[in-house]
């Protein structure tokens, strides 16, 4: 995650830029309970203000970029101090619910609408679920950054937290329910540089994880990654791309998902200038070994509608095609209770279909 922050003097300078297919069974499952959990949480109800972003506020009329066709985007806002941070997403095979998770450690429910066409074009039911640890217990302060989401099986959801490396998973119905169950990492997660851990994680529907740190302690021109489950992992290295970063800064990998025909699209995004990129993972390469290759899909950079781009999920469409989520981190939630730090950053959720 990155924290933009703005002096007064700079802000007359600044230009506002603006899973794959589950099993039959989660699918069944997701389907039978479209509407959120029926028990009351404490605390839990969230209203949100939703306003329409285009694709390129210079140019309304245009709907693509790279391989990737706009199907609707909005920004997101409330007046709730726990809103905000929201760094991974994971949307239901029929794309009526919406699961996220908050680097203030939150979970984040809400129920996507779409319009005549299958565009996004709301976003109702909102709540937020505190997160809990082993045995039930509230997390620590230095506990709650949920950086990475990922689907276990049909009945568990895995959370990736960042600052020290470790996965926990919460029940799916109701979602992020606790108490949470800690879950292997594998060794050498260490060699992730601070507050640039387990950013990205994706389940590859086969039981293994697909794990990537955003970057590692000093500099170098990739950073670790790993494929496996429990005690069995592979150890992988992500390359990392440097073009157009200032102060030589690459494009990081902050999420991934895994893709119904096999591999992984994984979501990267620079910062400063703000970019982001989205690209493929070959099933081969995701099966191999050594380094990865990745194949750039998209490409987002000003003057399109951009911010901190760290989520992103698939799904098939009513039509057959790839469906693309994507989810950014205001870093506007408070970290402590009643200090919400306001800024300049926004909580975009964009809807793209992947063409070729």
Known sequence: MYDQRVTASGRARLVRIAAPALVAALAAALAAVPSPPSAPRKDAALRLEVQPVPLDPSDPARTTVGLLR??????????????????????????????????????????????????LAGLGDAQLVDLVGPGGAPLGQDERDAESLAWEGTEGLLVGFEGRPRILRY?????????????PVPPGTSAC???????????????RLLLVCEGE??????????????????????????????AGEPFRPTAAAALAEGGAIVLERRFP?????????????????????????ARLEAPLTLDNFEGVDVRRGA??????????????????????????????????????
């Not at 029929?94 to 129920?111: I, N």
């Not at 540089?193 to 039981?207: I, K, V």
């Not at 200090?339 to 793209?352: A, C, S, V, Y």
């Open 217 to 246: 302690r000093g500099f170098s021109a990739s950073t670790p990654a790993w494929v496996g489950s429990g005690q069995t992992w592979t150890d992988r290295r992500y390359p990392l791309l440097f073009e157009g970063g200032l």
């Open 171 to 183: 029940r799916a119905f109701p979602p992020f329910a606790g108490p949470a169950e800690p879950r």
């Open 273 to 297: 200038p703000v970019g982001a990129r989205l690209v493929r993972l070959s099933p081969a390469e995701v099966g191999g070994t050594g380094a990865f290759e990745t194949h750039e899909i």
């Open 319 to 356: 039509a057959g095609e790839t469906l693309v989520y994507l989810i950014s981190d205001d870093n506007n939630c408070a970290k402590r209770p009643g200090q919400p730090r306001p800024g300049l950053q926004r909580t975009l959720l964009l809807l793209f279909a992947l063409d070729g």
């Open 70 to 119: 706009f199907r609707g985007g909005l920004w997101l806002r409330s007046g709730d101090a726990r809103f905000g941070g929201l760094s991974d997403l994971r949307v239901s095979p029929d794309g009526s619910r919406l699961l996220a998770v908050s680097d203030c450690g939150y979970g984040f429910v809400a129920s996507p609408a779409y319009d005549a066409r299958g565009d």
């Open 193 to 207: 540089g601070r507050n640039r851990g387990l950013e990205t994680m994706a389940a590859l529907g086969d039981g």
